[in-house]
DNA sequence: CGTGCGGATTTGTGATCACGCTTCGGACAT
DNA sequence: ATGTCCGAAGCGTGATCACAAATCCGCACG
């Protein structure tokens, strides 16, 4: 019905495919579907007004990224993770996250510092509120805003990647329990990123990425 | 025309789009198609005997994958890396590859060494043929009968996408300089596998890994 | 009250078509 | 001989339809 995605910086919606595709695809990174929620072409066609062919199309997008699983039979629905899978993937993150801030490190002025303590404080928000979407959507600001400067996009959109691959199941996984801390190491990554400290940056984001998740599947 | 892709162990050639999928898929990682060379919808659904639709769900597929790149104008052509991208994938491979190779070292027994070792030999048959097809599908059938045993189908699938990005590039390379030795490190990390050598195989790979990328873009 | 079972509905798949845009080739003018 | 422009051919996009398979729901049977 309505989230714009992110119609954003570039203005290249000129496809509907594209529109729909975008939209689905933040939706999922953000964990506004819970796994194993359903989708039908159908159904996105008739939410976004078009016919089933750019559905179709945004949805085989989806499925080749992991974003979304599709059955034998051609049904399709947000994956549900099970535990050695999910610490599969917090391992690969804890592989590319830490090169990633490190590449990232020498580009970090202080307006980017500040930029990411503004999104963590919306982090730390969205934690006292209870709001699981919003805090799955400013963490990943957050990580996002530094590795952009690490200017390295192949290895951010296989970072992204992960991401949406456990869009729905850390939503899942930060709503069940309901912590009222905020996240522990994003301070311990500022504070490297002031000192220009490389070695703890990247213990501090590989521990952020791990302890994240890992403290959930168990 | 030919080249059955792998119709392979899985028995689910169902749909026409998987079997057009699977095909490009395998021709793009093995280097069949060089760099730029365009592909069409209709061209495809002519070769296959099939009609747009299926032919665009299997690009788009890979094009979601990176094996191939799309023009705003909806033009699809095999990638054109630039150095800094091709040292971006092979250091997202240094990354990943070795963590494979541990993974697997406890589970690899004299059969699967044996199995490498076969297929290693097939590979310097294809250096000294100057066969750089067979090169570079020998080289990914070594490291992948070696990170099947790591069990770890996630990370797998995210090193076959570097792999399949890499493709028509490799292809390439290998094919511009005619190097007559074979593969420097597969040796290294054969002998590292039956001395059950973890720091020296994460080593050998990734020197494997990097050597084998990093001299050819210089 | 639980358990199969059968028909109606919904779903994905693939083919075909119309539309608008891009691209390429040749002719013309310079 | 070279550059420009215009037309035709080819392209991707999206809508619609027919078909087969899967799913779901309610009814009958145990």
């Given at each position: 019905?309505?989230?714009?995605?992110?119609?954003?910086?570039?203005?290249?919606?000129?496809?509907?495919?594209?529109?729909?595709?975008?939209?689905?695809?933040?939706?999922?990174?953000?964990?506004?579907?819970?796994?194993?929620?359903?989708?039908?072409?159908?159904?996105?066609?008739?939410?976004?007004?078009?016919?089933?062919?750019?559905?179709?199309?945004?949805?085989?997008?989806?499925?080749?990224?992991?974003?979304?699983?599709?059955?034998?039979?051609?049904?399709?629905?947000?994956?549900?993770?099970?535990?050695?899978?999910?610490?599969?993937?917090?391992?690969?993150?804890?592989?590319?996250?830490?090169?990633?801030?490190?590449?990232?490190?020498?580009?970090?002025?202080?307006?980017?510092?500040?930029?990411?303590?503004?999104i963590n404080?919306a982090n730390t928000?969205a934690v006292?509120?209870?709001?699981?979407?919003?805090y799955?959507?400013t963490n990943?600001?957050f990580?996002?805003?530094?590795?952009?400067?690490?200017?390295?996009?192949?290895?951010?959109?296989?970072?992204?990647?992960?991401?949406?691959?456990?869009?729905?199941?850390?939503?899942?996984?930060?709503?069940?329990?309901?912590?009222?801390?905020?996240p522990?190491?994003?301070?311990?990554?500022?504070?490297?990123?002031?000192?220009?400290?490389?070695?703890?940056?990247?213990?501090?984001?590989?521990?952020?990425?791990?302890?994240?998740?890992?403290?959930?599947?168990?």
């Open positions: 019905m309505e989230v714009p995605a992110r119609p954003g910086p570039d203005a290249s919606s000129l496809s509907a495919h594209d529109r729909v595709y975008r939209t689905l695809r933040t939706r999922v990174m953000h964990g506004e579907l819970l796994p194993g929620q359903p989708l039908t072409l159908r159904g996105i066609g008739r939410e976004f007004g078009v016919s089933m062919t750019p559905a179709r199309e945004a949805i085989q997008r989806l499925v080749a990224e992991g974003a979304l699983t599709m059955s034998g039979s051609g049904r399709v629905q947000t994956p549900e993770l099970g535990n050695e899978r999910i610490e599969e993937l917090a391992t690969i993150r804890a592989l590319l996250e830490p090169e990633l801030g490190s590449r990232a490190l020498p580009r970090a002025h202080s307006a980017l510092i500040d930029r990411m303590e503004a404080s928000d006292l509120r209870s709001d699981a979407v919003t799955v959507r990943l600001e990580h996002r805003t530094l590795y952009l400067r690490a200017q390295s996009p192949a290895m951010l959109a296989m970072v992204e990647t992960l991401w949406l691959q456990l869009g729905p199941t850390m939503r899942a996984l930060y709503g069940r329990l309901r912590r009222n801390t905020p522990p190491h994003h301070r311990m990554i500022l504070a490297a990123l002031k000192a220009g400290d490389e070695p703890g940056l990247r213990l501090a984001i590989r521990t952020d990425v791990t302890q994240g998740l890992r403290h959930l599947t168990q």
